[in-house]
C-alpha cells in the first residue's frame, strides 16, 4: 500500500456510519507505551531511536503482515505527504516535524495507526466512526497486549505504565471523542458546557487536538486523568458524560427549530449561498460554513447533499488533501481559488428545503 | 396627488439614466432662504411659523398648480410615511420629527422639493439623475426665480442670503454629488480621496446627508464654503472635482478586474449568494451587498439584473419602503425576514457570468 491509496476513501474518522454520527463525528482510544532497556524519547540518542524504530518496526510486520499497513518513516516523507497524515488523524503534529527515526505503521483501513518515538515511544491509536468507546478500546487493547507478549513495556507495579510525560503515566490511555456541536455553539450554551467538563476533568480541544484551535464547531472531548483509575472506570465516565453532551446538542438543534427557525434557516441558507457561489475561501472559513451545512444536511433541510459528501469535503478541503488532489504544490491563495472550485462542485446543486 | 402614489417608481435620484450613473447616482442642489420681516426658525414663535407656512403654500399652489404638487404637513403625517420621504430624499432628518408647521411641497416627479421650516424658512431643492449639476442648479434657480418674485428674502447686500445657520450664509447653496465607489473601497484608496477632498473644503458625507453614515459604498460629495463665491464658482468647482473621483473609481475598477480577478468575482459572487439565499437581513448589510451587485452589474459580471432593479431594491429594502409595501407596522425582526423574502425575490435568478 502507498500513501496515495489512502485518498481513495475518507477514511474510518469521516465513515459517517457509526452510532449517533449526526453528532459524534468519532471516537478514538490512544495508548501510550515505551520500551524498557530505552531512555524516553526527549534523553534518547539518535541510534537508541533508530534501534526502538527496528524492534518496533519488525514486531509490527510479524504481527500484521506488511501487505496490511503502510509503514512510513517521516523523515522521508515530503511535506505535503505529512500533512495529509495529520489531516486524516494518523499521525500527530508532532509527527509532522519529519525528525529522523520518526515512524508511524498504519492500518490500511485506517481504523488504527501506531506512531513510533512521538512523545512515547511508540502509540498505539484507534478510531471508529461515532460513538463507540468499547470497540475502540478493545482494538487498543488488543493491539497492546499482542505487541508486549513480544516486547517488554516500562511499567511499575506502584504507578502503572510510565510515560514521557507524567500527565500519562498510569492507564497511559486517552479516550478522545470528537463532537460536532453546532447548536450549541448558535445558542451561545457551548461554553457553559465546556466549563462543567473542565470542572470533572475532561479537556476539550480542537479538531487536531492538543493545542489546536476549535473549527467548524468540530471539539474532542477527552480524559485529563490517566493515573488511579481502570481503563474501564475512564471509559465509563466518557461513556456516561457524552451522550449528556449530545442530549443538549439535540435539545439546541430542537429549540433552534422551534423558536429560531428564521435565524437557523438563514444561516443554513447563507451558508449554502456563499459556498455554491464562492470564488476563493480559505479552509478556516470553508470549516465554519460546512458545519452549517452539515448542521442542515442532520436536520433535513439541505437536500440532495448526503452526510458522506460533507464528510468527504471536510477533508478535501484541507491544504495537503487540496494539493494531493491537484498534483502540486499550490501557494495558500492558489489553494483558496482550487478549494472555492472544489466546494463548488460538491455544494453547487445543493438545495435548502423552504417550509 | 397622495403620498401612496410615490410608490409607483423610484423616483428620480435612483432613476438611473442621466450622465455617469454607473457611478454618479444623483446630483442634488439646495437653497437655503429665510422670509423678511419673521424671525429664523429657531427663534420663531408658533405663530410665526404657521404664518411663514401659510404664505409658501399659497405660492407655491399658484406657481406650480395644487395638481403637480404634493403638499405635505409633517406634523400630520404617520412616522412611516415620514420617513418614506425621507428615503427618498425629499425631506430632511429634521422634518422627520413632524414638529408643528413643518411642511414641504414635492414636485410629483420627484425632480424638486420645497422644505418649509427646516432650519430655514425654505429649502428648494433639484435633484436629476447621474451627474448633471448645470440642470440640476438651472432648476432651484428658476424656482428660486420665481418665488423671490411673490416673497421677499432676507438678504444682505455685503454678505448675500441670510441664513440661520452661518456657515449658510451667502450663497445658500450646497451641491452634493451622490456616488458610488465600492472599487476604491475594496482597494483601500478611498480614505486617501476623502482627505484629499476636506483640503479643498468639500465634504463627504453618508446617504442621508449630514450626521448620516456612509453605507453600501454611497457617498455624497457637497461644498462647504458658500460665502465668497458666486453659485456659478461653486458649481465649476465641483464640476472640475467629481470626473476627477470618478476617474479614480475607474482606475480602481479596471485594476481590480485586471489584478484582483479573483477576488473581485469572489466578493460579487458570494453577494449573489447570501442575497438569493437570506432568510433574514438587515438594511444595512443588505445595503452593502447590494453594493457588490450593483458593482457586478455595472462590470457587466451578472445576468440578467439590471442596473434599475438594484437601484430598485436600495428604495424597497429600507424600513419605510418596506412597511408601505407590506401594508402594517413591522418589527424590525420581521422587517429583516420580509426583506431577505424581497431581495431573493428580486435575484434569484441573478447569474454570475463565468469566466
Known sequence: MQINDLLKSTGEWLRTDGPQSDIVVSTRVRLARNLTNFP???RASL???QKIEQQIHTIVEELFGSENILMVNTEELDEVDRHLLLER??????????????????ACDETYSLMINEEDHLRIQAVRSGLDLNATYQIVNDLDDKIEQRLPFA????????????????????ISVMLHLPALGLTGEIEKVFRSLSKINLAVRGMFGEGSQATGDLFQISNQVTLGKSEEQLIEQIGEI??????YEREARKYLADNKKEMLGDKICRAVGILSNTKTITSQETMQLLSQIRLGVNLGM??????????????????????????????????????????REYLGNAQVEDN
Do not use: M, W
Open 89 to 106: 488523524h494518523l499521525i500527530s503534529r508532532e509527527l509532522t516535524e519529519g525528525k529522523p527515526s520518526r515512524a508511524a505503521a498504519i
Open 40 to 42: 524516553f524519547t526527549t
Open 155 to 174: 511499567f511499575d507495579e506502584k504507578l502503572g505504565y510510565l510515560t514521557a510525560c507524567p500527565t500519562n503515566v498510569g492507564t497511559g490511555i486517552r
Open 242 to 247: 457524552i451522550p449528556q453532551i449530545i442530549k
Open 302 to 343: 439541505i437536500h440532495p447533499t448526503t452526510l458522506e459528501e460533507v464528510n468527504e469535503l471536510f477533508l478535501r478541503v484541507q491544504p495537503a488533501h487540496l494539493q494531493k488532489f491537484l498534483g502540486n504544490d499550490l501557494d495558500p491563495q492558489d489553494r483558496d481559488v482550487q478549494r472555492a472550485n472544489i466546494v
Open 47 to 49: 541510534d537508541d531511536l
